[in-house]
């Protein structure tokens, strides 16, 4: 089970670096080129998904008790992924800008700075979202976990009151046969 983990860990590393590098690229190369260069990157970006999908699966059938680090690494790379797209998008935008102003001249450059603002609050947006979800991931373990609590809490105090129970019964048995002993005694 684990060594297709670790399988789909090495594919996805490998994926990773060669979607990273080509995105670096594509800003640079010849319009023909670029083209096919964002055709590959997007097959290559929809294979990570997969990756991840097919890692997700193998996680949920990992044994509750050695899950939490299978699954703190696929939250790393969901993460990755995303900066990935994020930094795809961002190369596209470019690569579609350098089009627009071959065929309008050079009248768009005061929209690229909204376009980079605009770029920048989206991605501050989906970092306020992934902590968001990741505190709400904490919150549900953490009931979780207070709910389990409370339910051993609970088994105990009825174990307590039965030992309790069990106590009373015991003194007054012995009260019983202090005062029987003591009636023999007198007799």
């Known amino acids: 089970m684990s060594s297709d983990f670790e399988g789909y860990e090495q594919d996805f590393a490998v994926l990773t670096a060669e979607i990273t590098s080509k995105i670096a690229r594509v800003p640079r190369l010849p319009p023909d ?26 996680v949920r059938e990992i044994p509750p008790q050695s899950r939490g680090m299978y699954s703190n690494r696929m939250r790393s790379y969901k993460q990755e992924m995303g900066k990935l797209e994020t930094d795809f998008k961002r190369s596209r935008i470019a690569y579609s800008d350098e089009v627009r102003n071959e065929l309008l001249g050079d009248a768009g450059n005061s929209s690229e700075n909204q376009r980079a603002h605009l770029l920048d609050n989206t991605e501050r947006l989906e970092r306020s979202s992934r902590r968001l979800e990741a505190g709400y991931q904490i919150a549900v373990e953490t009931e979780q976990i207070g709910q389990e609590m409370l339910e051993n809490l609970s088994h105990d105090r009825e174990k ?19 005062r029987i002993l003591t009636g023999m005694l007198r007799r």
């Open 160 to 178: 307590i009151q039965r030992a309790r129970d069990r106590l009373r019964d015991a003194d007054a048995n012995l009260g019983k046969s202090s």
């Open 33 to 58: 080129e670029k083209k096919q260069m964002v055709a590959n990157v997007e097959k290559q970006l929809e294979e990570a998904r997969e990756l991840l999908e097919q890692m997700d699966l193998e």
